[in-house]
């Protein structure tokens, strides 16, 4: 069924409100979740969820986007959208996890970082950038699933990560079509069109090597994010810390090779 | 024009963003604010501000470098890196090809080392001609490679920028180089050396969200924009008219973006002090 999808019903089907919600996959995969709010500065960006809990009786830092599952939460999450209150949270909560040394696990769901007034005047860019820098030098695993849509650098500043899945269904890219066929051609309605063009299925992306891997939906789903959960903790741990932070810098040094 | 005058301005390099328009007395170009005619041969003396409205136009990258550097003392590095078509993506090639026309450079950053005040730095230049400064696989490895230089060799890092963000027609490599520029330059920042940056009209999208607002030191022009998402896609977002000013250097400096704003004038003189105190 998956290989009839067109790149944009697969965008439309990343952003059912009937898929999982971070919630869900907290609550289904990990014991003893400890919810952890606010960025220190301003203000809890409530687009962001970020906690601490048990994976298989391992401490771990779960932090994720947010977008809700129906209008009313929706808009309380702002969709997903974060501002720089919900990245310097995150970033916060990840030298929390380096500190205690326990691994990082992402969800990334969102149209977006926010662009709003206030998000600008709070520094956005400079939020973004600052997790970016610091997710390239931390020193514990981290895990990134873009369970939905991962869209621009709203949804990269959750993922400089030791590895990175999409599920079967989920896009990846640089802006979301609409927005790209908008900056392309003046026109968001072009977005089936700029979905082709962009290459954002986790197909085309694994085969680019932009993404580690693919893990199948359907009933089994959380059984497979357990099973890739383990596997790849196992594997990271391994590593020194300065041997993960070194192969995480040349995975994505690599990235886009040009001479 | 005639083909030889064509062939003089390729040479020159530098006019195409410029609306040129030819006139009795020889090449002029129109400020891009005030609309008032200027020529060309005065431009580089006059640092590229219009002399009628002050405006700051955009400077071609070996421009910008001799305008701060040392006679002489700029090396390039890596200038013969192209970009390839990770997506195929129609008419990428030939859009790129038309630029590298217009600019006489084959990318939208240009990068090497100089000496400032004697003092030897690495210093690199994004091209707003060059399809807007967008940030693809070539502009993120020259970028990084840079750092890596710099951290190599032990010298501070400058990096001029003036960027549209993320190149559309490279995807989700484009927003790859976001990671890896940012860790390139979060590597030598971590090691102990000066990262300094210079953000020019506009600076935005992902490469401000990027390697743009990570220097130790962020100096800005005047009145350059600056912003993660572009106001118009935010009037369109909120449907709010956007306060004055909004998103500019100064608004920055006083929501505590950046750490000055310095007249391109001043700016040789800023950049030799603080290297000076770094020495």
């Keep these: 069924m998956e290989n009839k999808l067109t790149s944009y019903e697969k965008v439309q089907l990343a952003r059912s409100p009937e898929r999982p919600d971070i919630m869900e996959y907290i609550d289904k995969l990990f014991d003893d979740f400890v919810e952890l709010h606010g960025d220190r500065l301003y203000r809890d960006d409530p687009a962001i969820v970020g906690g601490i809990c048990l994976f298989h009786g391992h401490p771990v830092t779960v932090i994720g986007h947010r977008k809700g599952k129906n209008t009313e939460d929706n808009i309380r999450f702002n969709f997903g959208m974060a501002s720089p209150e919900g990245y310097r949270k995150a970033r916060r909560l990840m030298e929390q996890a380096q500190k205690f040394k326990r691994p990082v696990i992402t969800f990334v769901d969102t149209p977006g970082a926010y662009p709003g007034i206030e998000a600008e005047n709070n520094g956005q860019s400079n939020a973004i950038a600052e997790n970016l820098a610091f997710m390239s030098r931390i020193t514990v695993p981290v895990i990134t699933i873009v369970t939905g849509e991962g869209s621009s650098g709203g949804a990269l500043a959750l993922a400089v990560s030791d590895r990175v899945y999409m599920l079967e269904n989920a896009v990846y890219a640089i802006l979301s079509p609409e927005g790209y066929a908008s900056i392309l051609w003046k026109d968001a309605k072009r977005a089936s069109e700029a979905s082709d063009l962009m290459k954002l299925t986790a197909q085309e992306l694994k085969e680019f090597g932009l993404i580690d891997g693919i893990i199948p939906e359907g009933r089994s789903l959380m059984a497979a994010i357990d099973r890739m959960l383990r596997r790849e903790l196992t594997e990271l741990y391994k590593l020194s810390p300065k041997a993960l932070v070194q192969k995480r810098y040349q995975k994505f040094r690599r990235m886009g090779k040009a001479e | ?279």
């Excluded at chain 2, 003392?73 to 038309?98: D, I, Q, V, W």
């Excluded at chain 2, 027609?169 to 990262?195: D, H, I, N, P, R």
């Excluded at chain 2, 306060?243 to 608004?251: D, R």
């Design chain 2, 1 to 279: 024009m005639n083909i030889n005058e064509l062939f003089l301005q390729k040479r020159k390099g530098w006019n195409t963003l410029l609306n040129l328009r030819r006139s009795g007395a020889g090449n002029q170009c129109e400020c891009p604010a005030c609309h008032e005619l200027i020529d060309t041969d005065r431009l580089s003396e006059a640092m590229y501000i219009c002399p009628s409205c002050h405006h700051y136009m955009s400077v071609p990258p070996k421009e910008r470098i001799a305008m701060v550097a040392d006679e002489g003392s700029f090396h390039e590095l890596y200038g013969n890196f192209r970009s390839g078509n990770p997506l195929s993506f129609p008419g990428y090639e030939r859009k790129l090809a038309e630029q590298k026309k217009k600019t006489g450079q084959n990318e939208a950053f240009v990068c090497g080392t100089c000496r400032i005040e004697g003092k030897k730095i690495a210093i690199g230049v994004l091209d707003g001609r060059f399809l807007m400064g967008s940030m693809g696989s070539v502009v993120g490895e020259k970028v990084s490679r840079l750092a890596e230089h710099a951290l190599k060799r032990r010298t501070p890092l400058v990096i001029f920028c003036a960027s549209g963000g993320a190149r559309m027609q490279e995807g989700l490599f484009s927003l790859m180089q976001m990671a890896k520029t940012s860790a390139a330059v979060e590597s030598f920042k971590s090691a102990g050396g000066l990262y300094i940056t210079v953000l020019t009209n506009p600076t935005t999208g992902g490469v401000s969200a990027s390697f743009a607002t990570l220097g130790d030191i962020i100096l800005a022009e005047p009145d350059a924009l600056i912003c993660f998402a572009g106001p118009r896609v935010i009037r369109q977002t909120i449907g709010q008219t956007l306060p004055e000013g909004f998103q500019h250097a100064e608004f920055l400096l006083e929501h505590g973006m950046i750490d000055r704003i310095v007249e391109r004038r001043e700016l040789r003189r800023v950049l030799e002090r603080i290297l000076r105190i770094h020495n």
